[in-house]
């Protein structure tokens, strides 16, 4: 059987991921990480975005999933990225603007490369994953029983950004509904999106988005072992992201 490591939100967090890799026992080699005992990580989307090394993590992640050793579901900031590169009009903010620093300062060839390899990945993935035989479920900002099996715009607004009401809090960040603690389906969902300090384990629900660029840690879920490995972050600690 297949053995998977979850990891979400890195947002630009490259020697955090390095780090996790190795703490985790992978070995580096090309550039990429491999596990000696063939277990394979699943990347739950925001590979982008606040931190200091979007570039870095794209072109790692990339480079994993091409070659097949991973696998990625998409975020809502890898959404704007994706919009962004294809030339559509977007409203530049919510960290976006570090990411693109750091394309304009590529040369035109890398720039190039890394597009085409970005839009590539995000064409080539699912909005969600179903792994195990349908046991375990990764959706970047998690999904309904209802939902599972199902594509569309729907399904696409809510592992992108959650249960969102349309409101806003007083601070401009969306509200979002707790759909966790209605889930009663089987498959465990494993999740991101929403910074906490501990992995919140909600009914067959895990939220694994410890916010490594809020200054929080990287963690990463072992699966079937149900076990954690986490990096303390490098950035500074911002207490007001953390749910
Ligand atoms: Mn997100």
């Given at each position: 059987m297949s053995t998977y490591d979850f990891i979400g939100d890195?947002?630009?967090c490259f020697d955090e991921i390095c780090t996790w890799f190795d703490k985790a026992g992978y070995k580096n080699k090309d550039n990429m990480y491999f596990h000696p005992d063939g277990r394979i990580p699943v990347f739950i989307g925001?590979?982008?975005?606040?931190?200091?090394h979007s570039v870095e993590v794209i072109t790692l992640v990339t480079k994993m999933v091409e070659n097949q050793l991973a696998h990625y579901v998409p975020g809502n900031h890898c959404n704007k990225l994706y919009r962004y590169l294809q030339g559509r009009n977007i409203v530049v903010s919510g960290g976006l603007e570090t990411t693109i620093a750091e394309l304009q300062n590529l040369s035109p060839n890398t720039y190039d490369d890394i597009r085409r390899s970005f839009i590539n990945l995000y064409d080539s993935a699912p909005l969600y994953l179903r792994l195990d035989n349908s046991q375990v479920i990764a959706a970047h900002a998690g999904i309904t029983e209802g939902l599972i099996g199902k594509t569309g715009k729907k399904v696409q607004t809510f592992v992108l950004?959650?249960?969102?009401?349309?409101e806003k809090h007083e601070d401009g960040m969306p509200v979002r509904r707790d759909w966790a603690s209605e889930y009663y389906g089987s498959p465990l969902i494993v999740y991101g999106h929403t910074p906490v300090r501990e992995p919140r384990k909600v009914n067959n629900t895990?939220?694994?988005?410890?916010?490594c660029v809020f200054g929080g840690q990287l963690t990463g879920l072992h699966y079937p072992e149900m076990t954690y490995t986490k990096v303390p972050s490098n950035m500074p600690f911002v207490v007001e992201k953390f749910r």
């Open positions: 890195i947002h630009g925001d590979l982008t975005d606040r931190g200091p950004y959650g249960d969102i009401t349309g895990i939220n694994i988005d410890t916010g």
